[in-house]
């Protein structure tokens, strides 16, 4: 053993000296021997750049700067063999600094424009490469090309070597575009007569409902707003017809401040309707908070929200809580100028005086022109309450005949319903199939005195304009069914 080791160390001095030998025969030779770019051995570094691109360096004995001893520790270590290893002719250099370091997250070296390569995410070897190894310069191939290099400030001449920047400044610096414009805001709402006379409403979601209803797809759904001044009216109205009798109408009072005891209500209704006194009116914000103050109207308390879009419509908020707080009533409407049904008839086409034109009573075998008999002088007049008189007046006298009195009917109570199925001749279900509707041009009317109580007037509009009227009285006394039907007409018979 100690033989083995004895040789090893006598192997070892011969290289040392075999080196020696070497470096001082070359010491002694006139001209500096110019070495090729340095080899990188096979190993795990990465590869080198290729020798095309590499910039010769002087031989250390040019430049004055010592080259390394070669150490023992270089030459290879034999393995346990029989016979002795030819050894190397040169020691293995050791890998100098400029090795391709990854860059952390598998970044690759980005060029730096003055053409000095700077590892990205790593710091440059303040160390200087001894020896014939060249300064490696960044493959082309491996690094991606930017896609916008900018310029460099200041161009470096070949004999010197810039200094390389963090932030390479940019001659041409880009101008930022200019700030768009803000459209002003529209001033839709903001004065009272944005909003005088009728609206109607476009669409409605209920406090149930998951999405809104179109009211064009729903007849029931005719809500209208009047607005007239500091007030406004809500309209309910099934017949499209915001005058009718069947019409729901609720009238609603500017607010601009609420009292404390008010506020007490409001509060006490729970479901957040204080929140709605806290944004009180603003007409410079197209902003407006009414509420109902009529005591007979189960909307008391009632508050009507009322805010201006820009696009011209009105989007208004219905609050009530109702069932002693129990149910909160909220609903939501968006409201046009625009008509969302056709209109139907009105009232208003009705009211004043029609004169009789024919009458075909009860036992009479044909009509009968009533120019051509003063005796049949009839005249119906229809008064701004829904209600009407029928007048005969024969000769022309208003006061030799008689009047009776009616009023205009949506339904019937239980009672009446019965009376007129008493009758036998099927009225009880005309008049419940076919209420008013001016949609349809239709009214039914029932008189109101007491010796003709439960008379009907059923009122329909010819197309061209006239009156055609069925008056249908039962005398239960004598079990005789009077049925007299009229034409009438606007213009003057007599």
Known sequence: MNTFVKCNR???????????????????????EIRKPYSKPVGNESTPTPEATTTPTADPAVTGEPSPEPSATDAPTPVAVTESPTPEPTATPTIGPYTNTPTPGGATETPDPTGAATPTGATTPAATPTGSQATPTPNPIDTPTPTATPKPAN???????????????????????????????????????????????????????????????????DYRL?????????????????DSGAADNVEFSLVYIFSEKSRSMYEAMGYGMTSYLDNPTDLSKGHLVYTCKDGSSSSMLALLIVDAQSDGTLKVAYRLVIDGGSYPVFVDYTFTRNPVFKEPDKYANYKGQWNCKTVWGVEAEEPTDCSKDPKCDYRLLFYDDYTATLIWAPDHDMTAGTTSHYEMRYSFSS????????????????????PTSFEKSHMVFRCTDKKFNGGLLIIDKNKDGTLNVEYWYFQKEASYIVHVTYTFTRDLVY
């Open 10 to 32: 006598r192997i070892a001095l011969f290289l040392v000296l075999l080196l020696t030998t070497a470096l001082l025969a070359g010491c002694t030779e006139d001209e500096p």
């Open 155 to 221: 161009t470096p001449t070949p004999t010197s070597t810039p200094t390389p920047t963090n932030t390479p400044t940019q001659t041409n610096t880009p101008k930022p575009t200019a700030t768009p414009t803000t459209a002003p805001k529209s001033s839709f709402g903001t004065k009272w007569a944005d909003y005088d006379g009728m609206w109607y409403a476009y669409d409605i979601l209920g406090v149930e409902a998951s999405s809104p209803t179109l009211c064009k797809n729903d007849p029931d759904c």
């Open 226 to 242: 009047v607005f007239d001044g500091e007030k406004v009216r809500l309209i309910h109205t099934p017949d499209h017809n915001p």
């Open 415 to 434: 009672a009446e319903l019965e009376e007129y199925a008493s009758w036998e001749l099927g009225i009880d279900t005309m008049v419940e199939d076919n």
